[in-house]
């Protein structure tokens, strides 16, 4: 079969291998229960919604492969989406790509999504993936930034005051959510170059700019936000509360 005549298929890795100290002592921010249920859970099937991807790759602490199998194991996901759980490593760079040496060859697509967005509507999953499959190599949601930024010069001492060294032009500047979105082949690049150099890097798409391909924006979603803070799971469980009001989610 031709590449051309070849279907495009697209798989998600998901890197749910860390602690999230920032939440506070407990089971690992993956695992927090958000209406019951564990946010890695509704992360997963935020992914699994959009009938574009047909594989989910969960990468789990080492220690807790089956503990992860077993929770998606007793979740309802559909039908058509496969998952695997793989072993991740020390750092989010290496569960990645730990990840994406478990996705198949056929695979031309593939999304990076951060376990802790739970609540990624499937219209912005979706429009990540069109981007790819129209061209573009690398893809991210973002957001307008609503606050002035300042660049600062970090203090020596924790405490002490911060001198402004710039302030960036706001309309210029964009909040990155996730899923991002890559051609496979350009990800797997980034991973065997930047990411093996030791380049620091704060998410895939930085690392697809450091080999100077271009990364393009799509709009994000005020309710892709990142859970970190206690504060974050009160937001999360009124939007949950909102959505089973609103179309019974």
Do not use: W
């Not at 759980?85 to 290496?94: H, Y």
């Not at 930024?149 to 710039?166: M, T, Y």
């Amino acid at each position: 079969m031709s590449d051309e005549a070849r279907p495009s298929r697209t798989a998600v890795v998901i890197p749910a291998a860390g602690r999230g100290v920032r939440l506070g002592p407990g089971a690992p921010k993956a695992l927090r229960a958000l209406n019951g249920t564990p946010m890695l859970v509704h992360a997963v099937r935020a992914m699994a919604a959009s009938r574009a991807v047909s594989l989910v790759v969960v990468v789990a602490p080492a220690d807790g492969v089956a503990e992860v199998k077993h929770l998606l194991d007793a979740h309802a996901l559909p039908e058509r989406t496969d998952y695997l759980v793989v072993a991740g490593g020390d750092t989010r760079q290496e569960s990645v790509h730990l990840g994406l040496k478990a996705v198949p060859e056929d695979v031309t697509t593939v999304l990076v999504h951060d376990a802790a967005r739970p609540l990624v509507p499937v219209d912005t999953v979706d429009a990540v993936i069109e981007a790819v499959r129209d061209g573009a190599v690398a893809v991210v949601p973002a957001l307008p930034v609503a606050d002035t930024v300042k660049e600062v010069e970090p203090a020596a001492r924790p405490g002490d005051p911060e001198q402004v060294v710039a302030t960036p032009v706001r309309a210029r500047l964009r909040a990155v959510q996730t899923p991002q979105g890559f051609d496979r082949a350009t990800l797997v690049d980034a991973h065997a170059t930047v990411a093996l150099a030791g380049e620091g890097v704060t998410d895939d798409a930085g690392m697809v700019e450091k080999l100077g391909a271009p990364v393009v924006v799509v709009p994000g979603h005020e309710e892709a936000f990142k859970v970190t803070r206690p504060l974050d799971l009160v937001l999360a469980e009124a939007v949950l509360a909102r959505r089973r009001a609103n179309d019974g989610f």
